[in-house]
């Protein structure tokens, strides 16, 4: 279970239970920090060459040769999860990244980079919606509650829903990396036979399984799923 409780930083620390907190200070807090995650995002691309971008591409099923082919652009998002947050036999971009830039220690800059380097790949189902703000969501392979504040998700999703994603929790509350795919119970068993060595795995490593992430987010493309996904980042002031 996560904290009950986040810390809102404005001129000076303050601590409040979750419970106390209204909807407006959870959401300006959320806003933010999900703006310092956008400049991070951005800044850590110059970590990725051409070559790691293609090559991931082609192991989604989006190049041929060293040719992007995307149904649109928002298919780059997969390609760039993968190639910040995982690697394969080398350092991490998101790592290489962290080494080379200078963040004020303790400020909401390093709170995010630190938070974005332990992000982790994730099956959620929608539990309930939070009572101040987001949603509460069971992560089903590690078997834990989290509370997620997202704005587009918590206005399009219904209770029951699945997806994968990968979350970071800067705070007391979760946060996307911005990839999402709607998920049932055939594409996971899809993507685990797209990749058998998979089935080597027992459960608890398979989530952790840099190889996993890909499978679904490769079955999802080629199925034309993404396709039906709208992203939306609810961006109105908070109520």
Do not use: C
């Not at 200070?25 to 790691?52: C, G, M, N, P």
């Not at 910040?84 to 990244?97: M, P």
């Not at 209770?159 to 990396?177: H, V, Y």
């Not at 089935?199 to 799923?225: H, K, T, W």
Request: aromatic letters at 6%; glycine letters at 4%.
């Amino acid at each position: 279970m996560v904290s009950a409780a986040v810390v809102l930083r404005e001129d000076n620390a303050i601590e409040r239970p979750a419970a106390l907190l209204s909807r407006a200070e959870v959401l300006t807090r959320y806003r933010h920090l999900r703006e310092i995650s956008r400049q991070h995002h951005s800044a850590v691309l110059d970590f990725l060459s051409k070559d790691t971008i293609i090559s991931q591409a082609r192991r989604l099923g989006l190049a041929q040769g060293k040719t992007l082919l995307l149904d649109s652009m928002d298919d780059l998002n997969f390609v760039f999860d993968l190639a910040i947050h995982t690697a394969k036999d080398r350092s991490r971009a998101i790592d290489r990244y962290a080494r080379a830039v200078r963040l004020a220690p303790g400020s909401d800059e390093t709170l995010m980079l630190e938070a974005m380097r332990r992000a982790r790949f994730a099956i959620i189902s929608i539990v309930r919606r939070h009572p101040v703000a987001g949603l509460i969501v069971k992560d089903l392979f590690r078997g834990v509650e989290v509370w997620l504040v997202d704005e587009g998700l918590e206005s399009s999703l219904p209770d029951g829903a699945a997806l994968a994603t990968r979350l970071f929790t800067p705070e007391g509350f979760a946060m996307t990396a911005g990839v999402l795919v709607p998920l049932d119970i055939e594409l996971i068993e899809d993507a685990i036979a797209d990749t058998p060595q998979l089935l080597r795995n027992r459960r608890e490593e398979l989530i952790d399984d840099r190889r996993f992430a890909e499978a679904i987010y490769r079955v999802a493309l080629a199925s034309g799923l993404m396709e039906q996904v709208a992203y939306q980042d609810t961006i109105a002031e908070a109520g």
